[in-house]
């Protein structure tokens, strides 16, 4: 036998042995809890999501789901920290659009490439962003506000440069031409207490966030910025349906885990994340907070939508200039 040719079957030797490995590996996974990072502190709408499915995912799973969050740079600390972790499916991460599809336009430099150091395994819910105005504004309706700011500056805040809410106030103004001003907070809730106290006329931001001050009269609902009504406010127009059917933003929360992880270990997560979803307790309890369910068809499918949305925020940050530092 030729040299070259016991190379071949050695080598192909090795692969059937990796293979089966992995496969091993694969069926005794989880073995040990899952840690399941957020990047944004407790009580935003990531973290709620996360702890909403963590109870049912760890049964499941039969194993443990520990959510730990790293909060900062608008979610890109936890991304890259579960992008530089073992691809070994114990270090995942629910991250949202501003870190995954946005902050890679908005920021100079990032720490780590979605779609090189990440893998997709599936959505699990989603929400509107929401748009109020401080009660005193003397406006309705969208068509209101943007025909009183082609008459004076109206001052809209948000949690701070670069992210989702940041993005679809600059889409609001580039596409009716009205004069917006973007105003960035330190976070939503020094945003939202000057909206409510009058020193800036409105706010977007996701839906959980605002929903209790919209139900208590202390701001004013205009529009979710979304093709179908929120569940939570079935009364309250889209704004598409106020004529302004480019102005869409909705935020999304997604699983991801480092980029070599087994595949048989991401089709079940994909299959627990999506069971999870799916079940009555968890949609009860996050359409009570304004989130709604929506999983991918696959881990693939994510991935694609994850390009889709990249190539849609991307334009707008590249368009009006918005940038996270």
């Given at each position: 036998?030729?040299?070259?040719?016991?190379?071949?079957?050695?080598?192909?030797?090795?692969?059937?042995?990796?293979?089966?490995?992995?496969?091993?590996?694969?069926?005794?996974?989880?073995?040990?809890?899952?840690?399941?990072?957020?990047?944004?502190?407790?009580?935003?709408?990531?973290?709620?999501?996360?702890?909403?499915?963590?109870?049912?995912?760890?049964?499941?799973?039969?194993?443990?789901?520990?959510?730990?969050?790293?909060?900062?740079?608008?979610?890109?600390?936890?991304?890259?920290?579960?992008?530089?972790?073992?691809?070994?499916?114990?270090?995942?991460?629910?991250?949202?659009?501003?870190?995954?599809?946005?902050?890679?336009?908005?920021?100079?430099?990032?720490?780590?490439?979605?779609?090189?150091?990440?893998?997709?395994?599936?959505?699990?819910?989603?929400?509107?962003?929401?748009?109020?105005?401080?009660?005193?504004?003397?406006?309705?309706?969208?068509?209101?506000?943007?025909?009183?700011?082609?008459?004076?500056?109206?001052?809209?805040?948000?949690?701070?440069?670069?992210?989702?809410?940041?993005?679809?106030?600059?889409?609001?103004?580039?596409?009716?031409?009205?004069?917006?001003?973007?105003?960035?907070?330190?976070?939503?809730?020094?945003?939202?207490?000057?909206?409510?106290?009058?020193h800036a006329n409105g706010i977007i931001m996701d839906l959980p966030a605002l929903y209790q001050l919209v139900v208590?009269?202390?701001?004013?609902?205009?529009?979710?910025?979304?093709?179908?009504?929120?569940?939570?406010?079935?009364?309250?127009?889209?704004?598409?349906?106020?004529?302004?059917?480019?102005?869409?933003?909705?935020?999304?929360?997604?699983?991801?885990?480092?980029?070599?992880?087994?595949?048989?270990?991401?089709?079940?997560?994909?299959?627990?994340?999506?069971?999870?979803?799916?079940?009555?307790?968890?949609?009860?309890?996050?359409?009570?907070?304004?989130?709604?369910?929506?999983?991918?068809?696959?881990?693939?499918?994510?991935?694609a939508f994850l390009q889709i949305e990249s190539t849609r925020w991307g334009k707008i940050a590249k368009e009006s200039?918005?940038?996270s530092d």
């Open positions: 036998m030729h040299a070259q040719s016991r190379s071949r079957i050695a080598l192909f030797g090795a692969a059937l042995l990796l293979a089966s490995s992995a496969t091993t590996w694969a069926q005794e996974w989880p073995s040990r809890p899952v840690h399941l990072m957020v990047g944004f502190a407790p009580g935003g709408g990531t973290d709620i999501v996360a702890r909403a499915l963590g109870q049912r995912m760890g049964e499941n799973l039969k194993q443990s789901i520990v959510v730990e969050n790293k909060a900062g740079a608008a979610g890109t600390i936890a991304a890259d920290y579960v992008a530089k972790a073992a691809p070994d499916g114990y270090t995942i991460t629910l991250g949202s659009a501003s870190p995954l599809v946005i902050s890679p336009h908005t920021y100079a430099k990032m720490p780590f490439d979605v779609f090189k150091d990440l893998v997709g395994i599936t959505t699990v819910a989603s929400t509107p962003e929401l748009l109020v105005v401080n009660p005193g504004l003397p406006v309705k309706n969208l068509t209101e506000l943007i025909a009183l700011s082609k008459k004076q500056q109206i001052t809209l805040a948000s949690s701070g440069n670069g992210g989702l809410p940041h993005l679809a106030i600059e889409l609001l103004r580039t596409s009716s031409k009205g004069d917006f001003l973007h105003v960035p907070y330190k976070g939503a809730s020094p945003g939202i207490a000057d909206v409510v106290g009058g208590d009269g202390r701001l004013k609902p205009i529009a979710t910025l979304d093709k179908s009504r929120a569940q939570i406010l079935p009364d309250l127009p889209t704004s598409v349906e106020q004529g302004a059917p480019i102005v869409l933003a909705f935020n999304w929360f997604g699983v991801m885990a480092p980029s070599k992880t087994p595949k048989p270990i991401i089709d079940k997560l994909f299959a627990a994340l999506v069971k999870t979803a799916q079940s009555p307790d968890v949609k009860e309890a996050l359409l009570k907070m304004g989130i709604e369910p929506f999983t991918s068809a696959s881990p693939e499918a994510f991935t200039g918005a940038r």
